[in-house]
T-cell receptor, first 111, second 112 residues
Framework: DAKTTQPTSMDCAEGRAANLPCNHSTISGNEYVYWYRQIHSQGPQYIIHGLKNNETNEMASLIITEDRKSSTLILPHATLRDTAVYYCIVRVRGSNYKLTFGKGTLLTVNP | NAGVMQNPRHLVRRRGQEARLRCSPMKGHSHVYWYRQLPEEGLKFMVYLQKENIIDESGMPKERFSAEFPKEGPSILRIQQVVRGDSAAYFC??????????FGSGTRLTVV
């Protein structure tokens, strides 16, 4: 699976949009971009995934650049409960769904 | 509809004892994955199972660790003769065909 690069940590003010970047410059055409988050001491939680088109759901939006070498997860109105480690993961389509987690980005939402 | 259930939440074992971690997947999910998270690290894949079959155990240590997912009952991750380095959070995830993961809340294993 392609390697991803994320900032170690980010801060965001409550109520503002949180934009979390991820670089995956070696991504190939059959690899999806997934985002999960892990709130302290809990199991990871699925957020969103995409292949090449931008995606939106009730939790977040995923913006993938046209060359697919990077993406941004957007939490439109961050709350204190969004403080978590956010993982950007690239997964080969049809690869038994095995996920390779990196260190992720610790997002801290401040009041 | 209950989520992925893992028990126990916390498990303390002395060095040399056995640890048995249980995972009940969500209803209708026939694929189970185990991940391990060492302190201050990301999650590492261990094993992927379907009912009665191990599909991928490439992340499982070769000795002392085993996993099963029987036809009836939960998936079990078994660690024999535990050592201090086995202290970690162990997460189970399940999915059904064509869908994404749901993770459980994990079992925190402490070896003393």
């Amino acid at each position: 699976d392609a390697k991803t690069t994320q900032p170690t940590s980010m801060d965001c003010a409550e109520g503002r949009a949180a934009n979390l970047p991820c670089n995956h410059s070696t991504i190939s055409g059959n690899e999806y971009v997934y985002w999960y988050r892990q709130i302290h001491s809990q199991g990871p939680q699925y957020i969103i995934h995409g292949l090449k088109n931008n995606e939106t759901n009730e939790m977040a939006s995923l913006i993938i650049t046209e060359d697919r070498k990077s993406s941004t997860l957007i939490l439109p109105h961050a709350t204190l409960r969004d403080t978590a480690v956010y993982y950007c993961i690239v997964r080969v389509r049809g690869s038994n769904y095995k996920l390779t987690f990196g260190k992720g980005t610790l997002l801290t939402v401040n009041p | 509809n209950a989520g992925v259930m893992q028990n126990p939440r916390h498990l303390v074992r002395r060095r040399g004892q056995e640890a048995r971690l249980r995972c009940s997947p969500m209803k209708g999910h026939s694929h189970v994955y185990w991940y391990r998270q060492l302190p201050e690290e990301g999650l590492k894949f261990m094993v992927y199972l379907q009912k009665e079959n191990i599909i991928d155990e490439s992340g499982m240590p070769k000795e002392r660790f085993s996993a099963e997912f029987p036809k009836e009952g939960p998936s079990i991750l078994r660690i024999q003769q535990v050592v201090r380095g086995d202290s970690a959070a162990y997460f189970c995830a399940s999915r059904k065909m064509g869908a994404g993961y749901t993770f459980g809340s994990g079992t925190r294993l402490t070896v003393v």
